[in-house]
């Protein structure tokens, strides 16, 4: 049986496998307009001038044949679909179709004798219903069509709301709504019905959240507020029952308008034509803090939703308490969005569903072989991000508090997906962050155009100074407000809102906490405290964590948050409150004393665990800086170390490192103990992975970790620990090219491996031995060692480095037999190592054999094999992201194709990243090169490089052959 979906998602399904059936979309939509006029025979010559109007009706003619046929085929010639010479026509039979479920389920509700049998097939109806019909479809029928099926399913929404209402179930009245509100989200019927409901739940505040979305949205999309009636039920659900509390604070705030940006207004609008005409690109509005640079953005982006584009807006924030790739999460929130990923296919949906639920996954302890997994989950999500296939913004404000995660993403989706029709706008503060550093890799995947913002000159402050006071200020007026503003919109429109003009001075920060005193002082007491708490919390605060940690009654606090809703202080966000703009949020936390800091810091933290209890997952990096900052370090660190594990199992490498070093500065404020060092050995052993995928097996940081951690171990008498530890910091010091040193913590994890009893610790020192005879000339030696490996681990995976035992020391053997002067068996071992990994799901084991194996051919001197073997592991290196044996591959093409600069630059990056290992050799192979094109000078200074570099890090396998070319050149 097949089960045929236009609503959403479009698609033809085998229910017995699952499966969907390959159809072309003009096929799809060929098909639903026969659905949506199912038993009315269409003639064959009306539905090729209708599908294809612009063609000669041969053509026409011709066009609808081979979709015909491509349908046939696709609905393997069910009898649904009766095909004659002359007309085509659907009729209700074997399949199942989404629409004509809806139909007939919506028909028996509106015919149903009584509200039981109206909720059974009102509720199949609005199952059925999964989106809107055919969405990218821009045909003239199908928008009738569209707009039908969406006005039955919010009548269903409206009746069976109201069915619930009266059965006493208002959780789903709540919910019915909340879904007519995504239907229609311009109806303040909807709205109206919400608040309703949430305030017979008990749930005042959500009524209020509701009231101030439905005012954003109408503002947002329609520059109008709510309606009498609206804001009538609003006034009267807030005012029950309080009769003892001051009055609602009258009307919201009006947006100041947006005077003297013109040129910055063209620019972006430039740069809009271009993205929207399918070319990715990337703006930043750049200027000081309080210029205006969001509201600027803002503006367009309304002007860009009005015109039908998709328009998802996320702000960054700094400090620890926040996840990785939030702004996308942020992004992917958006209805439009959310509803084109459902058609993605499921490789790259899974990106999508993994970034929204974390902590399904299991913590990656993959280190750098987990990158490969990281890119494809990257490029899912910048899939996820032009899905809508339409123009789409995309604006991310305070690009300087960007996590490095997100900005991969955005890297990825302009620079791999050019042709998409999407433009990212990003606003930044030039507070003396590295922008540069933070969007140089951005510059060179598109087009970036910065759009700097400047204080308005004396003519646009004035404009805005008479628009904000309702008249024309005389001439001194309009100097003092710029003398004291600096012409800065922020803090003029603060000036004017508070009556009050500050003095003139170069401390714009210590002005607006001078300006927002004013304003909150004349806001009363409630207000102020709401103010403070919410300050404390950082963002995204919600009104029930407000309640639930501050000192006034519910009632209060809701009153409290709306009078600051409508003074413009605090913003509905979707999922709380935030403040309007952070100098805000900076100012009003610096009128706080530290010892009430502290206070706040610890009623925050508990409200959260009392409100999210049963899900902390999703406020775990919040709720550690909470307790952190309310000096409860032993509290913030289980949840610093979960938030790290959540950050790594979403592959946001760089926040894992981030997190995990708090909760290493959080144990270590504590007094000295067993468990303090437990808690402290636990964090640095999470961030090795991370530590090794982000910053490479040479990472200082990595070393410092991994010192720390094998000290920890043996102090609490943890072996395997202390074995794991000493292999992963021999892995740090190998890759370094200390070779000594990595050879006697080699030794040493073999001892105490051995002392451990543990077979899987015994392989992993065994192998770490082996590696180390290897570069040290001691080749029998090694391969007594991988012999072990192998035999002990089974197959395992190394744990710092990432590939499998067996497949790695195969191919590292290899070297070890081409020393030993074995070269049948040296190609046998790098040929079996490649071939075992090959039936691995880890590109990573694939990317270290055919690496080793390279080297080997080289060894071997076959050169056709070297080529074929650089050339895959260098798509392999490109399409997952390998850093390290991407650079092995570029010396030793180099060497094979005589590109002196190809090979020079994979040596550089190895320096670069300090990976050492193996120096005089490549050094070697780039001498070689040189001479080879007869450049003996160059040739023999680089050998001397070579041969200091051999003797400077004990680095003996390739000395000999060293020695022997600088003889040949002298």
């Given at each position: 049986?097949?089960?045929?979906?236009?609503?959403?998602?479009?698609?033809?399904?085998?229910?017995?496998?699952?499966?969907?059936?390959?159809?072309?979309?003009?096929?799809?939509?060929?098909?639903?307009?026969?659905?949506?006029?199912?038993?009315?025979?269409?003639?064959?010559?009306?539905?090729?001038?209708?599908?294809?109007?612009d063609?000669?009706?041969?053509?026409?003619?011709?066009?609808?044949?081979?979709?015909l046929?491509?349908?046939?085929?696709?609905?393997?010639?069910?009898?649904?679909?009766?095909?004659?010479?002359?007309?085509?026509?659907w009729?209700?039979?074997?399949?199942?179709?989404?629409?004509?479920?809806?139909?007939?389920?919506?028909?028996?509700?509106?015919?149903?004798?009584?509200?039981?049998?109206?909720?059974?097939?009102?509720?199949?109806?609005?199952?059925a219903?999964?989106?809107?019909?055919?969405?990218?479809?821009?045909?003239?029928?199908?928008?009738?069509?569209?707009?039908?099926?969406?006005?039955?399913?919010?009548?269903?929404?409206?009746?069976?709301?109201?069915?619930?209402?009266?059965?006493?179930?208002?959780?789903?009245?709540?919910?019915?709504?909340?879904?007519r509100?995504?239907?229609?989200?311009?109806?303040?019927?909807?709205?109206?019905?919400?608040?309703?409901?949430?305030?017979?739940?008990?749930d005042?505040?959500?009524?209020?959240?509701?009231?101030?979305?439905?005012?954003?949205?109408?503002?947002?999309?329609?520059?109008?507020?709510?309606?009498?009636?609206?804001?009538?039920?609003?006034?009267?659900?807030?005012?029950?029952?309080?009769?003892?509390?001051?009055?609602?604070?009258?009307?919201?705030?009006?947006?100041?308008?947006?005077?003297?940006?013109?040129?910055?207004?063209?620019?972006?609008?430039?740069?809009?034509?271009?993205?929207?005409?399918?070319?990715?690109?990337?703006?930043?509005?750049?200027?000081?803090?309080?210029?205006?640079?969001?509201?600027?953005?803002?503006?367009?982006?309304?002007?860009?939703?009005?015109?039908?584009?998709?328009?998802?807006?996320?702000?960054?924030?700094?400090?620890?308490?926040?996840?990785?790739?939030?702004?996308?999460v942020?992004?992917?929130?958006?209805?439009?969005?959310?509803?084109?990923?459902?058609?993605?296919?499921?490789?790259?949906?899974?990106?999508?569903?993994?970034?929204?639920?974390p902590?399904?996954?299991?913590?990656?302890?993959?280190g750098?072989?987990?990158?490969?997994?990281?890119?494809?989950?990257?490029?899912?999500?910048?899939?996820?991000?032009?899905?809508?296939?339409?123009?789409?913004?995309?604006?991310?404000?305070?690009?300087?508090?960007?996590?490095?995660?997100?900005?991969?993403?955005?890297?990825?989706?302009?620079?791999?997906?050019?042709?998409?029709?999407?433009?990212?706008?990003?606003?930044?503060?030039?507070?003396?962050?590295?922008?540069?550093?933070?969007?140089?890799?951005l510059?060179?995947?598109?087009?970036?155009t910065?759009?700097?913002?400047?204080?308005?000159?004396?003519?646009?402050?004035?404009?805005?100074?008479?628009?904000?006071?309702?008249?024309?200020?005389?001439?001194?007026?309009?100097a003092?407000?710029?003398?004291?503003?600096?012409?800065?919109?922020?803090?003029?429109?603060?000036?004017?809102?508070?009556?009050?003009?500050?003095?003139?001075?170069?401390?714009?920060?210590?002005?607006?906490?001078?300006?927002?005193?004013?304003?909150?002082?004349?806001?009363?007491?409630?207000?102020?405290?709401?103010?403070?708490?919410?300050?404390?919390?950082?963002?995204?605060?919600?009104?029930?964590?407000?309640?639930?940690?501050?000192?006034?009654?519910?009632?209060?606090?809701?009153?409290?948050?709306?009078?600051?809703?409508?003074?413009?202080?605090?913003?509905?966000?979707?999922r709380?409150?935030?403040?309007?703009?952070?100098?805000?949020?900076?100012?009003?936390?610096?009128?706080?004393?530290?010892?009430?800091?502290?206070?706040?810091?610890?009623?925050?933290?508990?409200?959260?665990?009392?409100?999210?209890?049963?899900?902390?997952?999703?406020?775990?990096?919040q709720?550690?800086?909470?307790?952190?900052?309310?000096?409860r370090?032993?509290?913030?660190?289980?949840?610093?170390?979960?938030?790290?594990?959540?950050?790594?199992?979403?592959?946001?490498?760089?926040?894992?490192?981030?997190?995990?070093?708090?909760?290493?500065?959080?144990?270590?404020?504590?007094?000295?103990?067993?468990?303090?060092?437990?808690?402290?050995?636990?964090?640095?052993?999470?961030?090795?992975?991370?530590?090794t995928?982000?910053?490479?097996?040479?990472?200082?940081?990595?070393?410092?970790?991994?010192?720390?951690?094998?000290?920890?171990?043996?102090?609490?008498?943890?072996?395997?620990?202390?074995?794991?530890?000493?292999?992963?910091?021999?892995?740090?010091?190998?890759?370094?090219?200390?070779?000594?040193?990595?050879?006697?913590?080699?030794?040493r994890?073999?001892?105490?491996?051995?002392?451990?009893?543990?077979?899987?610790s015994?392989?992993?020192?065994?192998?770490?031995?082996?590696?180390?005879?290897?570069?040290?000339?001691?080749?029998?030696?090694?391969?007594?060692?991988?012999?072990?490996?192998?035999?002990?681990?089974?197959?395992?995976?190394?744990?710092?480095?990432?590939?499998?035992?067996?497949?790695?020391?195969?191919?590292?053997?290899?070297?070890?037999?081409?020393?030993?002067?074995?070269?049948?068996?040296?190609?046998?071992?790098?040929?079996?190592?490649?071939?075992?990994?090959?039936?691995?799901d880890?590109?990573?084991?694939?990317?270290?054999?055919?690496?080793?194996?390279?080297?080997?051919?080289?060894?071997?001197?076959?050169?056709?094999?070297?080529?074929?073997?650089?050339?895959?592991?260098?798509?392999?290196?490109?399409?997952?992201?390998?850093?390290?044996?991407?650079?092995?591959?570029?010396?030793?093409?180099?060497?094979?194709?005589?590109?002196?600069?190809?090979?020079?630059?994979?040596?550089?990056?190895?320096?670069?990243?300090?990976?050492?290992?193996?120096?005089?050799?490549?050094?070697?192979?780039?001498?070689?090169?040189?001479?080879?094109?007869?450049?003996?000078?160059?040739?023999?200074?680089?050998?001397?490089?070579?041969?200091?570099a051999?003797?400077?890090?004990?680095?003996?396998?390739?000395?000999?052959?060293?020695?022997?070319?600088?003889?040949?050149?002298?």
């Amino acid at each position: 049986m097949l089960h045929v979906t236009f609503l959403g998602e479009q698609a033809i399904i085998d229910s017995e496998t699952g499966d969907a059936v390959s159809v072309p979309p003009r096929a799809l939509t060929l098909l639903a307009f026969l659905v949506v006029h199912a038993g009315m025979p269409q003639p064959r010559h009306r539905l090729a001038s209708l599908f294809w109007p612009d063609s000669p009706d041969a053509q026409a003619l011709t066009n609808l044949r081979r979709e015909l046929h491509h349908l046939r085929r696709s609905l393997a010639d069910a009898p649904d679909l009766v095909v004659s010479p002359t007309d085509l026509c659907w009729r209700d039979g074997d399949c199942a179709v989404d629409v004509r479920n809806f139909a007939a389920e919506h028909a028996e509700a509106v015919h149903a004798d009584d509200d039981s049998g109206f909720d059974a097939h009102a509720t199949a109806a609005l199952g059925a219903y999964r989106g809107a019909f055919l969405p990218d479809c821009d045909d003239d029928w199908a928008d009738p069509v569209r707009t039908g099926l969406e006005q039955d399913c919010v009548d269903l929404c409206d009746r069976l709301a109201a069915v619930r209402r009266r059965a006493g179930d208002l959780r789903a009245a709540a919910e019915l709504m909340r879904r007519r509100i995504r239907e229609r989200p311009l109806e303040e019927t909807g709205y109206r019905t919400l608040m309703e409901v949430q305030f017979e739940l008990g749930d005042r505040s959500g009524a209020v959240r509701t009231y101030h979305h439905c005012a954003a949205v109408l503002e947002r999309e329609l520059d109008v507020e709510p309606d009498p009636m609206t804001r009538d039920a609003f006034e009267r659900l807030l005012g029950d029952g309080a009769a003892d509390t001051p009055p609602v604070g009258g009307a919201r705030v009006p947006a100041p308008p947006l005077i003297g940006r013109d040129a910055a207004l063209d620019t972006l609008a430039n740069v809009w034509t271009r993205a929207s005409a399918g070319r990715a690109e990337l703006v930043v509005v750049a200027g000081d803090a309080g210029v205006g640079k969001t509201r600027l953005v803002a503006d367009f982006a309304r002007g860009a939703r009005r015109r039908g584009a998709v328009v998802a807006a996320a702000r960054c924030f700094a400090g620890t308490g926040r996840l990785p790739l939030a702004p996308v999460v942020d992004w992917l929130r958006d209805p439009v969005l959310g509803e084109a990923v459902r058609q993605l296919d499921p490789q790259w949906r899974s990106a999508v569903d993994l970034l929204m639920s974390p902590g399904s996954a299991g913590p990656d302890s993959e280190g750098a072989a987990g990158a490969w997994r990281r890119t494809r989950f990257v490029e899912g999500l910048a899939r996820a991000l032009v899905a809508a296939a339409r123009p789409t913004l995309l604006v991310l404000d305070d690009v300087q508090w960007c996590d490095g995660d997100t900005l991969d993403v955005v890297h990825y989706l302009v620079g791999a997906l050019p042709r998409a029709p999407v433009l990212i706008a990003a606003t930044l503060r030039n507070d003396g962050s590295d922008a540069a550093r933070l969007l140089g890799p951005l510059t060179t995947a598109a087009p970036v155009t910065t759009v700097s913002l400047g204080p308005l000159d004396t003519a646009a402050a004035a404009a805005l100074a008479d628009a904000l006071a309702g008249r024309p200020l005389t001439a001194p007026e309009h100097a003092l407000l710029l003398a004291g503003t600096g012409g800065f919109p922020l803090h003029l429109v603060a000036a004017m809102q508070s009556g009050v003009v500050p003095g003139t001075g170069d401390e714009r920060a210590e002005r607006l906490r001078d300006l927002f005193g004013s304003r909150l002082a004349a806001l009363g007491p409630d207000a102020a405290a709401v103010v403070t708490l919410a300050a404390a919390a950082g963002r995204d605060v919600s009104l029930d964590l407000l309640v639930e940690a501050g000192d006034l009654d519910p009632v209060a606090t809701v009153r409290a948050v709306d009078v600051l809703w409508r003074q413009r202080i605090l913003r509905e966000t979707g999922r709380g409150y935030d403040f309007t703009h952070d100098l805000l949020r900076d100012a009003a936390y610096q009128r706080i004393n530290p010892p009430q800091r502290w206070l706040l810091h610890r009623r925050l933290a508990q409200g959260i665990e009392l409100l999210h209890g049963s899900d902390l997952d999703p406020y775990s990096a919040q709720l550690a800086r909470q307790y952190d900052r309310g000096g409860r370090p032993e509290r913030a660190v289980p949840h610093y170390l979960r938030a790290a594990e959540l950050a790594t199992a979403t592959y946001g490498y760089a926040d894992a490192v981030r997190l995990n070093r708090a909760a290493v500065t959080a144990v270590r404020a504590l007094p000295d103990s067993t468990d303090a060092r437990r808690h402290e050995l636990a964090a640095l052993e999470a961030s090795a992975a991370p530590l090794t995928a982000s910053r490479g097996y040479a990472s200082p940081d990595l070393q410092a970790a991994l010192e720390r951690a094998v000290d920890l171990a043996e102090q609490l008498g943890q072996r395997e620990q202390l074995t794991a530890g000493l292999v992963g910091l021999w892995s740090s010091r190998f890759v370094q090219g200390r070779n000594l040193d990595a050879e006697q913590v080699a030794a040493r994890a073999l001892a105490v491996a051995e002392a451990t009893g543990d077979g899987e610790s015994v392989g992993a020192a065994h192998f770490a031995c082996g590696g180390s005879a290897v570069s040290l000339a001691r080749p029998e030696e090694a391969l007594t060692h991988f012999d072990a490996a192998d035999a002990l681990t089974r197959g395992g995976r190394t744990l710092w480095v990432g590939a499998r035992y067996d497949v790695h020391g195969r191919a590292w053997a290899a070297h070890a037999l081409w020393m030993c002067d074995r070269p049948d068996d040296a190609r046998a071992a790098a040929e079996s190592a490649v071939v075992l990994a090959r039936t691995d799901d880890q590109p990573y084991t694939l990317a270290v054999a055919l690496a080793y194996g390279a080297v080997t051919r080289q060894l071997l001197g076959d050169s056709d094999a070297l080529g074929d073997s650089v050339a895959e592991l260098a798509d392999l290196c490109d399409r997952y992201g390998f850093a390290y044996y991407r650079e092995w591959g570029m010396v030793l093409g180099g060497w094979l194709r005589t590109d002196a600069v190809l090979a020079a630059d994979g040596v550089e990056r190895l320096r670069s990243t300090g990976a050492f290992a193996r120096m005089p050799y490549w050094l070697w192979l780039l001498a070689d090169i040189h001479a080879r094109a007869g450049r003996t000078g160059s040739a023999r200074a680089i050998l001397d490089a070579a041969l200091t570099a051999a003797r400077s890090h004990t680095d003996r396998w390739w000395l000999p052959q060293i020695e022997r070319s600088r003889d040949d050149l002298s």
